[in-house]
């Protein structure tokens, strides 16, 4: 393995709800959805109509600007609805699971074919939105070569999954999947691994790729975080990524020739009654681990605390998603809050007196404690920000809308992901990261 690079800025936030390392199969799931949000930029155009019948690979809908990347079916089943929002927007396509049938797509052979066969059997067989691109964290364009490729094989984000554990047992499909990813690229796949942690055999042995440890806090274990420390972005170059899980729906493609997006996640929180992992099928409705999650009034969110997206408690797992959280809502007024000594009370800072006991797990709600103000210099930010960019510089040339300075500060690098500590210690309660999108998009307009 290549030497330890160390993060030195971040932040651990200790909740409670860690998931005991114990996998069970989760309720059978009623309904299935796919849903266009999951995917920033995408303009659907549905294939299917409601009552259709489809099978688990079934194209559901298209991306009207590159009709070539398909959105597939997770289930074999009927398409019950297609959930329309303000300006008939398209929500969610929802699929009432059948018979288990899968499109047959034909196994292929990496090393037997090129770069275009590859990647038009991956788009044929609906596993392209897996792979994901900077600069601006959307789906990766099937005409370009990246110089390199990512795979981040853990996560340092509060009550993420241990990917070491989800791994423990070899699995040759993630051989497979890097074995046709290392056929799009013209660099290399890289692997990403944490020093604090064994990692599991199905890494360390893997072929076609080159190994890389990372040491530190979060967000030590975000993709952005490892491609600007070993090959950064720049202008008018390309850097694919995928979810270790995800290479292994791609290696199952490529082996069998089927759809399968099953895949571990994990279900967490301090509102969990024994949070655990959970075999599911992408795209399963929340209800399926209704059983195992307290009552009362709480937020689910598909993803961690810090970048997850707010679900219903009957919604569905976003297609990115690897984890579901669950914590109390935090709509209650709490008298002189931020004014009492607050011994029990979690700061990032020294606000509290909670610091002396640094290793202490806290349930904590979604309350803000305060309201919206201008954004003021404290220096905050650069404390939980590890990449050589200056973060509120960025974030007030975005807001003015000046294109230079964001090519400059470095926009081609970062996602709302990489900002979210800085949004979660910000005295000034910013929305940092729907900011950082806005200026992502502004790009995009702007490049087109």
């Known amino acids: ?100 049938t899968f499109e047959d797509f034909s196994s292929l052979k990496p090393s037997d074919n090129d770069k275009e066969q590859i990647t038009g059997y991956l788009l044929a067989g609906g596993v392209w939105p897996f792979i994901r691109q900077r600069p601006y ?29 989800i791994f423990q047992d070899v699995d040759p499909y993630f051989q497979a999947g890097i074995d046709a990813l290392a056929q799009l ?42 491609i600007h420390h070993i090959n950064p972005v720049n202008k008018g170059e390309t850097v694919w990524y995928v979810n270790p ?49 307290k009552a009362g009034n709480n937020r689910y969110i598909s993803g961690n605390v810090l970048t997850g997206t707010q679900t219903a408690k009957d919604g569905y797992l976003g297609f990115y998603d690897h984890q579901l959280t669950v914590i109390p809502e935090g709509n209650r007024y709490e008298m002189f809050g931020w004014a009492l000594p607050g011994f029990g009370k979690y700061s990032a800072g020294r606000t509290f007196f909670s610091w002396l006991t640094p290793n202490r797990e806290y349930a904590l709600d979604t309350n803000l404690h305060g309201g919206p103000r201008s954004m ?29 300075k964001m090519e400059n500060l470095g926009i081609y690098e970062v996602a709302e992901e990489d900002f979210a500590l800085c949004e979660f210690v910000c005295t000034s309660k910013t929305e940092v990261q729907a900011i950082v999108r806005d200026g992502i998009n502004m790009m995009i307009k702007e490049m087109s």
Request: with cysteine.
């Open 245 to 293: 899980q995800d290479v292994s729906v791609i290696g199952r493609l490529m082996n069998k020739g089927v759809y399968d997006v099953s895949k571990t996640i994990v279900l967490s929180g301090s509102e969990v009654n024994t949070p655990r992992y959970y075999k599911v099928t992408g795209g399963c409705r929340l209800t399926s681990f209704a059983d195992n999650i």
């Open 1 to 100: 393995m290549s030497k330890v690079i160390k993060i030195q800025k971040g932040l651990n936030i200790k909740l409670k709800g860690k998931a005991e390392k114990i996998l069970v199969k989760a309720g059978t799931s009623d309904r299935y959805a796919v849903k266009p949000a999951d995917f920033p930029g995408l303009t659907p155009k549905m294939l299917v109509k409601e009552g259709d019948t489809v099978k688990a690979g079934t194209a559901l809908f298209t991306d009207k600007n590159r009709p070539e990347v398909r959105f597939a079916s997770p289930v074999g089943g009927t398409v019950e609805a297609v959930v329309r929002g303000e300006k008939r927007r398209i929500l969610e396509v929802v699929v009432q699971p059948g018979e288990k």
């Open 185 to 226: 690229t013209s660099g290399k796949v890289h692997l990403c691994v944490h020093s604090d942690y064994p990692p599991a055999t199905t890494f360390t042995k893997a072929k076609n790729a080159e190994i890389h440890v990372f040491s530190g806090p979060h967000p030590s274990g975000n993709v952005g975080v490892q």
């Open 376 to 404: 003021v210099v404290t220096g905050q930010y650069e404390k939980v920000f590890p990449m050589d960019i200056y973060p509120e510089h960025l974030l007030k040339a975005i807001m003015a809308g000046d294109i230079e």
């Open 137 to 165: 964290a959307v789906i990766a364009n099937p005409q370009d070569t990246p110089k390199d490729i990512f795979i981040s094989c853990f996560d340092t984000a509060p009550l993420a999954p241990d990917y070491d554990y």
